[in-house]
């Protein structure tokens, strides 16, 4: 440089050479993709324990069904009350749910009515019990109505398959990544 010239210098630094926050003097630095690599991974476990769950649902629904089909004893519920459900903000009422009282070789019972219709304290109902499973309890109606169904399935594989291409996708991204090996130390004359 020559005395003619003059250094301008703007008093700037690197963007990377400065700290993400300061808490009380200390330096906080997160690494966005760890950080992302674990948010992902949290994700992935979240997708497949949900899909596991409906499958699960699923043939659990379908086994009471064919349950109360195959095993069922016609029962008459009586109704003992009902309790109005509200949602979302409480302002709407969505239906009741209705607890009855019946009777089941030779043992009383109280369980919840299936459904959300409101009935009156008193009402006899036609239902379907499985001895030896009293909370197995439906109308007959519904009863009639019901069968299994491969359709509960539909969520639960749409999501395996969502799933099983966000692993597949996984894998193949870290094959393509070239991992760099770590430098050993040269060993040559001293």
């Not at 509200?86 to 019972?109: D, E, I, P, R």
């Not at 439906?138 to 509960?152: L, Y």
């Amino acid at each position: 440089m020559t005395s003619n010239e003059t250094e301008v210098t703007t008093g700037t630094t690197d963007p990377s050479d400065q700290p993400l926050t300061t808490l009380r003097g200390a330096r906080v630095d997160v690494d966005g993709r760890r950080v992302g690599r674990v948010v992902g991974g949290a994700l992935l476990v979240t997708l497949a324990v949900l899909t596991v769950v409906l499958f699960v649902v699923g043939a659990q629904k379908n086994s009471q069904i064919e349950r109360l089909r195959q095993n069922g004893v016609a029962v008459k519920v009586t109704v003992s009350g009902c309790r109005a459900l509200m949602g979302g903000s409480g302002s709407n009422l969505v239906g009741y749910a209705c607890q009855g009282t019946f009777s089941l070789g030779g043992h009383h019972y109280s369980e919840a009515i299936p459904g959300t219709t409101l009935y009156a304290p008193g009402t006899s109902l036609r239902a379907v019990s499985v001895p030896g499973d009293p909370g197995l309890l439906s109308t007959a109606s519904a009863v009639a109505a019901d069968h299994p169904s491969w359709r509960v399935f539909i969520v639960p594989t749409c999501l395996l398959v969502v799933l099983a291409v966000l692993v597949g996708a996984l894998v193949l991204r870290r094959r393509r990544t070239p991992r760099t090996a770590p430098q050993s130390p040269s060993v040559g004359p001293s």
